[in-house]
């Protein structure tokens, strides 16, 4: 494995290299700097086309304010693997999100990232991610739906789950974490039970559409989650139906016949019909701790009904939260392309909420990826619900905004709460040049930079071009 991180993360300089960046449109007022697509050695074992292709400008003093707390920023504070240069004067920018809390840049290491399609996010994401796994980190791309980040995964020798009712990968949303032998049995069993009681609230959810529960239901589950402590009930979706089908005689007396019925009814769609074969099993497919990279393809699910993907969202999250509960030492990113999809459902904006909680004591960097902070007023205009993706985006303090349409701005100002330089800043980036907001006391412009040998894996912008 070490082999192959040297191939991608340090190469020779190649023989013919594709040339990067756009032809100058003859409308354009701005030439743009070209130095004919030439590869060369910007610094320290970084090999891109030479220069960052900023647009060629003229600057009165009062535009020079602007361009102020990009180009002063103390990059000495920076830390951790090379991830890009500054389009301004070419300094490497480091960074690792482990490395900017010791820096004391940020109080938490959760990050979001935002960017139109084109704008050069993934690619950003896909060089960052290569480059801390080089770094000792270890990567998890919880769900990928398009199939971009499995290549990553196979290159650096890292573990491909395809997920979907017939890919044949098993998840029980309900099982235990490997116990650690210092864990604490008390601590370890509530936040057990509070996970499980969630990810059911996660899962019939999603199956009523969003429907509140009763009063009746709630303690049923909650019920539910107790018998399965007790082993009065199977730790699996089947292990649920099964008990709710024929519930015992002290349940029925604390809340009824219905609610038991009702919610035997809703999740025992899980175990027939058309999401059979998903999640309908007593054990998972093993995660592997020690791998790289681990990458749950979720590409089979691209035509799938929004149900079909929101529950397999939901089962995927709860599988990689019990890899994080063992706490085995390592320090791990865990990746959510399409976050804006999770973020929909209170339950499920829950469960990230409470990742996010647990940062130090799992060991993890969240990673929130959206394509525009639009995608956040697809959220239910609840104000509880509003309140708590707010918080969300709030303890992720390392926010990467790669080029947003106007429309988007309004949010932008909203949930991010810009100055007014990055504010006029992010409608007008180049591709591929992206405002890192590293904290509150720092935010950095970064042309992000590979070598040749994983361009070919991230660039997908001869499909575009056609």
């Known amino acids: 494995m070490r082999a192959q991180l040297r191939t991608l993360t340090r190469a020779t300089r190649p023989q013919a290299a594709p040339r990067r960046g756009r032809a100058r ?19 320290e074992a970084m090999w891109s086309p030479i220069g960052a292709r900023t647009p060629m400008h003229i600057a009165s003093s009062v535009d020079a304010g602007v361009l102020t707390p990009f180009v002063a920023a103390d990059t000495e504070l920076l830390k951790g693997p090379a991830q890009g240069v500054s389009p301004w004067d ?17 109080d938490s290491v959760g990050l979001c990232a935002w960017g139109t399609m084109g704008s050069g996010k993934t690619y950003a994401l896909q060089t960052a991610a290569l480059r ?6 270890h990567v998890i791309v919880e769900e990928d739906p398009k199939g ?13 789950l395809r997920a979907g009712p017939a890919a044949g990968t098993k998840m029980n949303p309900l099982a235990a974490p490997t116990a650690r032998a210092t864990s604490s049995p008390g601590a370890s069993g509530k936040m057990l039970a509070a996970h499980r009681g969630n990810i059911l609230r996660q899962i019939v959810s999603i199956l009523r559409s969003g429907k509140a529960f009763t009063e009746d239901e709630e303690p049923c589950i909650d019920a539910v989650v107790d018998a399965i402590e007790t082993g009065q009930c199977r730790a ?5 139906v099964d008990y709710l089908d024929d519930p015992p005689g ?19 769609r899980l175990i027939s019909g058309p999401l059979a074969g998903m999640v309908d099993t007593e054990t998972s497919t093993v995660l592997d701790p020690a791998s790289p990279m681990i990458c749950i393809d979720t590409s089979m699910l691209l035509g799938a009904d929004p149900v079909t993907k929101a529950i397999a969202s939901a089962c ?8 994080l509960a063992c706490q085995d030492g390592r320090f791990r990113i865990v990746l959510e392309e399409e976050a804006w999809a999770k973020l929909r459902n209170r339950y499920s904006a829950q469960a990230i909420d409470t990742r996010l909680r647990m940062t130090g004591l799992w060991r993890c960097s969240n990673w929130l990826i959206f394509h525009e902070l639009n995608d956040i007023g697809q959220m239910a205009d609840d104000g509880a619900h509003r309140e708590l993706v707010r918080g ?25 709460q810009p100055t007014d330089d990055e504010l006029a800043t992010v409608a007008s980036l180049s591709p591929h040049v992206g405002l890192w907001r590293l904290g509150e006391q720092m935010s950095v412009l970064v042309h992000s930079e590979t070598v040749p040998t994983s361009h070919v894996l991230f660039d997908n912008s001869a499909g575009r071009a056609g």
């Not at 801390?132 to 980190?137: H, M, N």
């Not at 699996?236 to 649920?240: A, E, Q, R, T, W």
């Not at 995927?316 to 890899?323: H, K, N, Q, S, Y």
């Open 25 to 43: 449109e003859e409308d354009e007022d701005l030439p743009y700097v070209d130095l004919g697509g030439r590869w060369g050695r910007l610094r």
């Open 90 to 106: 070419e300094m490497v920018i480091r960074m690792d999100p482990w490395d900017l809390y010791r820096a004391d840049l940020v």
């Open 132 to 137: 801390l796994i080089g770094y000792g980190r």
């Open 148 to 160: 971009e980040w499995a290549a990553l995964a196979e290159a650096v020798g890292g573990q491909v």
């Open 236 to 240: 699996s979706i089947p292990g649920v």
């Open 250 to 268: 002290d349940l029925v007396r604390l809340v009824g016949a219905q609610a038991p019925g009702v919610l035997h009814l809703v999740l025992r």
């Open 316 to 323: 995927i999250g709860a599988w990689v939260d019990a890899l």
């Open 392 to 416: 969300i985006i709030s303890k992720s303090p390392i926010k990467l905004v790669y080029r947003q349409s106007p429309a988007a701005l309004a949010l932008f100002r909203e949930f991010v």
